[in-house]
């Protein structure tokens, strides 16, 4: 599966970072909170290091009686519940982004936000209610209230998971162009360790475990938060801390939709994820070939499988389809915070001078059927 981990860098810094970084937005600070670090840097360096957050839960059990496996966030009360655990989980990823930016942007700052879409045990919005008007919503834009004051624009919510990030970071694209704001932070938080989401997803077939059907299939349950603040290239880049200020710049994404979803009669040949790898990619049509893959399969063969069908029609842009990384096996699956973590992960890469080049692909695949790409240019540092 991977490897950013364990790939070197190639060519010239130059080389690989010729391309004007100020030409299109700019992340200028990034925070996390996950099962295997608690800020950005942490968390890099953790999967990097191939470091497993897996623990054994407190007190649930699978079919065969033993403990559910599960990837927890420590500094999280176990007890804590619905939008009040996604509000904890969010809260120091927000606050790392306030704080790794000594002068942020004096005007407002939008926020584009990815949560969970409606599951048992979730906190997600009912059906056919508006995505801002659910407790998660509502709680999440509480916290940025808090964080942001007067200062606050514009504010949505996607509450489809894992996609849900390219669609925040999207709808951001959108805010900046219009002027609506002057950054924006994209975020996405997810928690799938609810009692009875884990008793859902056992019941599913979804849960990885050697209950009575050992399902090898399924997938480590897991939380986490990721926030990134986006601005456009105006934006003085001397507001960042840092003697690079900029992590990376976003130069596109790609939406889609697919049909045949998982767990459903129908086949999947990745038409939908084919249709936001090709609309993400076209939009770098010039700019070379794609270095890196960071991505949210899981272990569930429904995942591997439309990625092999849609990496197969897209593998004239990648320098090596079957070369990504999956950081599931390190902090499992953490849903719809997946975005602005993978982003994380490929942007460190070229900070760290061990990304093979500048150009990474990112994408996501929701069980509802959105799917979501994008690629961002990260200069990669010589190495010494």
Same mark, same amino acid.
């Given at each position: !599966?991977?490897?950013?981990? $364990?790939? +070197?860098?190639?060519?010239?810094?130059?080389?690989?970072?010729a391309?004007?970084?100020?030409?299109?937005l700019r992340v200028?600070?990034?925070?996390?909170?996950?099962?295997v670090?608690g800020?950005a840097?942490a968390?890099?360096?953790?999967v990097?290091?191939?470091?497993?957050g897996?623990v @054994?839960h407190?007190?649930l %059990?699978?079919?065969?009686?033993e403990?559910?496996?599960?990837?927890?966030?420590?500094?999280i009360?176990?007890?804590?519940?619905?939008?009040?655990?996604?509000?904890?989980?969010l809260?120091p990823?927000?606050?790392e982004?306030?704080t790794d930016?000594? /002068?942020a942007p004096?005007?407002?700052?939008?926020?584009a936000?990815?949560?969970?879409?409606?599951?048992?045990?979730?906190?997600?919005a009912?059906?056919g209610?508006?995505?801002?008007?659910?407790p998660?919503?509502?709680?999440?834009?509480?916290l940025?209230?808090?964080r942001?004051?007067?200062?606050?624009?514009p504010?949505?919510?996607f509450p489809?998971?894992?996609?849900g990030g390219?669609? =925040?970071?999207d709808? /951001?694209?959108?805010? *900046?162009?219009?002027g609506?704001? @002057?950054?924006?932070?994209?975020?996405?938080?997810?928690?799938?360790?609810?009692?009875?989401? *884990? @008793?859902?997803?056992? =019941?599913?077939g979804q849960l990885?475990g050697?209950g009575l059907?050992n399902?090898?299939y399924g997938?480590?349950?897991?939380?986490?938060?990721?926030?990134?603040?986006?601005?456009?290239?105006?934006v003085?880049?001397?507001s960042?801390?840092?003697a690079?200020? #900029?992590?990376?710049?976003l *130069?596109a994404?790609?939406?889609?939709?697919?049909?045949?979803?998982?767990?459903?009669?129908?086949?999947c040949?990745?038409?939908?994820?084919?249709?936001?790898l090709?609309?993400?990619?076209d @939009? %770098? =049509?010039?700019?070379? !070939?794609?270095?890196?893959?960071?991505?949210?399969?899981?272990?569930?063969?429904?995942?591997?499988?439309?990625?092999g069908?849609s990496?197969?029609?897209?593998?004239?842009?990648?320098?090596?389809?079957?070369?990504?990384?999956?950081?599931?096996?390190c902090?499992?699956?953490?849903?719809a915070?997946?975005?602005?973590?993978?982003?994380?992960?490929?942007?460190s890469?070229g900070?760290?001078g061990?990304? $093979?080049?500048p150009?990474?692909?990112?994408?996501?695949?929701?069980?509802?059927g959105?799917?979501? /790409? #994008?690629v961002?240019?990260a200069r990669?540092? +010589?190495?010494?």
């Amino acid at each position: !599966m991977h490897d950013l981990r $364990k790939t +070197q860098t190639s060519g010239t810094a130059d080389a690989q970072g010729a391309a004007d970084p100020g030409a299109g937005l700019r992340v200028l600070a990034i925070g996390a909170c996950t099962p295997v670090g608690g800020t950005a840097r942490a968390t890099a360096a953790a999967v990097r290091a191939g470091l497993c957050g897996f623990v @054994e839960h407190d007190y649930l %059990v699978d079919d065969a009686g033993e403990p559910m496996r599960v990837a927890r966030v420590a500094s999280i009360d176990p007890e804590l519940q619905g939008p009040e655990r996604l509000v904890a989980l969010l809260a120091p990823a927000l606050d790392e982004v306030l704080t790794d930016v000594r /002068a942020a942007p004096r005007g407002r700052i939008g926020v584009a936000v990815a949560l969970p879409p409606t599951r048992p045990g979730g906190p997600g919005a009912a059906p056919g209610q508006d995505p801002d008007a659910g407790p998660a919503a509502q709680a999440v834009r509480a916290l940025c209230r808090a964080r942001l004051g007067e200062r606050l624009g514009p504010f949505q919510a996607f509450p489809s998971g894992h996609a849900g990030g390219f669609q =925040a970071l999207d709808q /951001a694209r959108t805010w *900046l162009r219009a002027g609506q704001a @002057e950054a924006v932070i994209v975020a996405g938080v997810d928690s799938y360790l609810a009692p009875l989401t *884990l @008793e859902w997803l056992e =019941a599913e077939g979804q849960l990885h475990g050697a209950g009575l059907t050992n399902n090898a299939y399924g997938f480590v349950p897991g939380e986490a938060a990721g926030a990134l603040l986006l601005a456009s290239a105006a934006v003085n880049s001397a507001s960042a801390s840092g003697a690079d200020p #900029a992590w990376a710049e976003l *130069l596109a994404v790609g939406l889609g939709r697919e049909t045949r979803l998982n767990k459903s009669d129908g086949v999947c040949v990745g038409e939908g994820l084919t249709q936001a790898l090709r609309h993400a990619l076209d @939009e %770098v =049509a010039t700019q070379g !070939m794609i270095d890196n893959v960071v991505c949210d399969m899981n272990g569930e063969a429904y995942r591997a499988d439309e990625y092999g069908f849609s990496g197969l029609r897209v593998r004239d842009r990648l320098r090596d389809p079957t070369d990504f990384l999956a950081p599931a096996d390190c902090w499992g699956d953490v849903g719809a915070a997946g975005a602005p973590l993978h982003l994380l992960l490929a942007a460190s890469a070229g900070r760290k001078g061990h990304a $093979k080049g500048p150009l990474s692909l990112l994408w996501g695949s929701s069980d509802g059927g959105e799917r979501g /790409a #994008a690629v961002i240019r990260a200069r990669v540092a +010589q190495r010494t």
